[in-house]
Structure formats: C-alpha cells, structure tokens
C-alpha cells in the first residue's frame, strides 16, 4: 500500500525479516517477508552488514538501509527483527523478546548455537506461531511455547502430511520404518 495525501503507509505487515545468526556472524536461521532481498546473495550481503554494524553496539535498535532493526544477543546467537523505517520499534522490540523467551522455555533456557540447530523444528515452530508471512500473530511468549508442545506432541501422528514440518514427517516416517522392521 502506498502513501496518499501524505498520510503514512497503512499495513498489517510489520515485520520484513527475521534473521538469527551465530557469533562469527553466519546464518542459522532467516525468513524474509517483504522483497527487499530477492537473491540469496542479497540476503547474505544483508546480512553481514547487519551482523557488521551490530556486533560491537550496545544498544538493541539500529537504522541499516532505511529499515529499523531491533536485536537481541544470546550467549553465541544474535536475533534480529526487521521492520520499516517507520515501524514502531516498542512493537518489534516485543515481538522479538516474546520469540526469544518462548525459545527459552523451549529449548531449556539454552538460547544458543547448538540447542537451535538441534531443536530446528521447534525454532520454526515458535518462528511461526509468532509472525505469519510478516504480520505479528503473538505477543504472549507462554502462549507461543504452548501452541509449539502442542503440535510437537502430536509428532505428527494426527496431523495430514501436507500439514506437518520436515521434521514432524521425518520422525513419522523413521518412527513407521521402525515399527515394520520390528513385525
């Protein structure tokens, strides 16, 4: 939606990107909601500079190609949410703390490298339950690790496939695969 009579841009979607990277600045995790960043290489070259400007900064707002970025620093992982220049960033802000203590619960307060490479399909889930195609669906970070529990629980069995995760259909699969090796 564009702007008219100088007014602002009305729109629901408030989040452009969210991108998770390790501590040397490598991506574990990034969905992007708008198309700023067609190519996988522009994401990259995104991406470094993001990591490149906030990586010394103390602070957990930034301005980056017209865009405000709010982040949060986790032992080896930085998160960032990224929205427009004229977004509130109170709102991304808490966004991103909800997503964060929701992985936090999920994942055994280790909000790090290793637990979210691990645990990828709960990362996503949360991702998920918390912005849908750029809108922000959740803000209560205990309901967001609930929703997750509750599809992770499932582990697919009740779920149509073409509604399970990678991981979901994976586990279905090696979990049948077992069962007939065991008649």
């Known amino acids: 939606m564009g702007r008219s009579n100088g007014g602002p841009s009305l729109s ?6 969210v991108i998770v990277l390790d501590s040397e600045g490598k991506r574990l995790l990034a969905k992007y909601y708008a198309p700023d960043y067609p190519t996988a290489k522009d994401q990259r070259v995104f991406e470094k500079a993001l990591f490149d400007k906030t990586k ?10 017209n865009q ?3 982040y949060k620093t986790s032992h080896d992982v930085l998160m960032y949410f990224v929205g427009t220049l004229d977004e509130n960033e109170l709102i991304l802000s808490a966004a991103l703390q ?3 203590e929701a992985l936090s619960m999920l994942l055994s307060g280790q909000v790090e490298k290793r637990a979210i490479l691990e645990n990828a399909d709960l990362v ?11 809108i922000i669906l ?3 970070s ?10 992770d629980s499932a582990d697919g069995g009740g779920i ?6 990678i991981a979901q259909a994976l586990r279905q699969a090696q979990e049948q695969f077992t069962r007939s090796l065991l008649k």
Do not use: H
């Open 56 to 65: 010394k900064l103390q602070s957990d707002v930034v301005l980056l190609d």
């Open 68 to 70: 405000v970025v709010v």
């Open 142 to 151: 205990t309901q967001i690790a609930a929703r997750v529990t509750k599809k």
């Open 124 to 134: 996503f889930l949360a991702l998920d339950e918390t912005i849908d195609d750029g």
């Open 160 to 165: 149509p496939i073409t509604e399970q995760t």
């Open 98 to 100: 909800a997503f964060y």
């Open 138 to 140: 959740e803000s209560d």
């Open 12 to 17: 629901l979607y408030t989040i452009k990107a």
